[in-house]
């Protein structure tokens, strides 16, 4: 296959995960053409990442093109900072500290590498290929294990003064709330509207309600999945965990609609597929709670980009998206 053919614009998208790593090259429709897996958690050394990564993707280089053909590398990394290129202190990685890990991928790959972290690349990928385009206010919600965010404001992604900004999944919902596993916070987001926090939430309910459906299942088969499947049999303590977190959910976008008066909020990640259950509670407390003049403005919408792939999408987005 010949780059003539692919309209002569590629990529290289990689989402580096705590346990795997997935790549994939992306031309400027957002197709992805190829794409892999490599596992992270086997190289303690960055360096020795770097080196395996390059020798497992390089292979697609060559089919694709050369180097000089790519439009260069888009990474997306827990804690990575868009102006410096760093990782800083990311906790689900082996390599710790700060690493200028933009630059050591230009190194070896001689090509350049831009990098930020997951939610900021799925932002991106959503503003490019998926249902953000032609939207210049939006904020991504990624509701997975953790929360995370991306905040587009005036067509462009707000990074603030060091890179780190929009967190968002880290504010504060209920103060002196539940204690976060990781930060230790009290009462963060996080805590209650990821994956984690519902299967913490249905454990609490259901010891509380020994009828529950919820109750048929082993501590460690309780999670987002199992509370909807729950739910689907109309059991109310499963319906209940979800109109709760929903209601928790709607309180923070409340708070972030009147910050940044985005024309919608886009949501993904595996919490989004209890649909209803957890959808009509996060509109109706983000409207009770919003002020007058933000009421029903503001969309709750879904991500339009294949779960499977919205990761390489995103972090080729940091580049394809340069250059729209």
């Known amino acids: 296959m010949s780059l003539t053919n692919l309209s002569g614009r590629v990529a290289l998208g990689i989402d580096v995960g705590g346990t795997n790593t997935k790549f994939g ?21 960055v360096e020795d990442f770097i080196d395996a990564l390059y020798n497992t993707v390089y292979p697609l280089i060559e089919k694709y093109g050369t180097a000089e053909n790519f439009d260069g590398i888009g990474v997306g990394i827990p804690n990575g900072n868009y102006y410096s290129g760093t990782i800083e202190q990311a906790a689900n990685l082996p390599w710790k500290g700060v690493i200028p890990f933009a630059d050591m991928m230009n190194t070896k790959f001689n090509m350049r590498c831009a990098i930020t972290n997951d939610a900021n690349a799925a932002a991106l990928g959503e503003m490019l290929f998926g249902a953000a385009r032609g939207m210049k206010d939006f904020i991504m919600i990624t509701l997975g294990t953790g929360v995370g965010s991306g905040i587009v404001a005036n067509g462009s992604l707000v990074y603030g003064h060091d890179g780190f900004a929009g967190e968002l999944g880290h504010t504060i919902v209920k103060p002196g709330g539940r204690k976060h596993w990781s930060t230790g916070s009290e009462g963060s987001l996080e805590a209650y509207a990821s994956a984690t926090g ?11 309600f020994p009828s529950s459906m919820l109750n048929q299942y082993p501590e460690d088969a309780i999670n987002s999945k199992t509370v909807y499947e729950c739910a689907l049999k109309e059991d109310p303590i499963a319906i209940e965990v ?39 509670p996060t509109k109706l407390h983000m409207e009770r709670n919003l002020f007058p003049i933000f009421r029903n403005k503001v969309r709750l919408v879904f991500s339009e980009l294949a779960e499977a792939d919205a990761a390489i999408l995103g972090a080729s987005a940091l580049i394809l998206g340069l250059k729209k």
Do not use: C, W
């Open 25 to 45: 090259v992306v031309n400027h429709r957002g197709e992805v053409l190829e794409k892999g897996y490599l596992r992270t958690d086997k190289y303690n050394k």
């Open 198 to 208: 519902i299967a913490i939430t249905a454990k609490k309910m259901r010891a509380e």
């Open 242 to 280: 979800f109109r709760y977190t929903g209601q928790k959910l709607g309180e923070a976008l409340a708070n972030f609609v009147m910050f940044s008066s985005p024309e919608a909020i886009l949501l993904f990640g595996g919490v989004i597929k209890a649909g209803d259950f957890i959808l009509k």
